[in-house]
């Protein structure tokens, strides 16, 4: 079960990955654009701090975060306390897998050199 969500969250981002990278012109504003976006993603996902302590503000925001539901995945996987379950984790990140790889396979075809 673990490397399902190992698995489901690196291809999330390798989709995002394609989606930002396919519209962009060079690798200085890939890199900066990507420590913009993922470090937030990050500290959002619950992976440092529990996310039932969380105000209910912030709380919202991290129903957003896409690695919530993975690392929240994980975490049921390795230790059985999970905060949405494991259904309703591979569901979110199955579904913004499908479509941050159909953005990034549409931005990568319109590429032009």
């Known amino acids: 079960l673990a490397l399902l969500f ?3 969250i690196a291809v999330v981002f390798a989709g995002l990955g394609t989606v930002i990278g396919s519209r962009l012109q060079n690798m200085q504003g ?6 913009f976006l993922v470090m937030p993603i990050f ?11 969380l105000p209910a503000g912030l709380a919202a925001v991290t129903r957003v975060d896409p690695l919530t539901y993975g690392i929240d995945g994980l975490r049921g996987a390795f230790i059985g306390a999970g905060h949405f ?5 591979a569901s979110v990140l199955s579904a913004v897998a499908v479509l941050f790889l159909t953005l ?3 931005a990568f075809s ?3 050199i």
């Open 6 to 8: 190992m698995v489901l």
């Open 30 to 35: 890939f890199q900066l654009i990507m420590n």
């Open 43 to 53: 500290f959002l996902s619950g992976a440092l701090y529990p996310l039932s302590n």
């Open 85 to 89: 379950g494991a259904a309703t984790d």
């Open 104 to 106: 990034g396979a549409w």
């Open 110 to 112: 319109r590429i032009q």
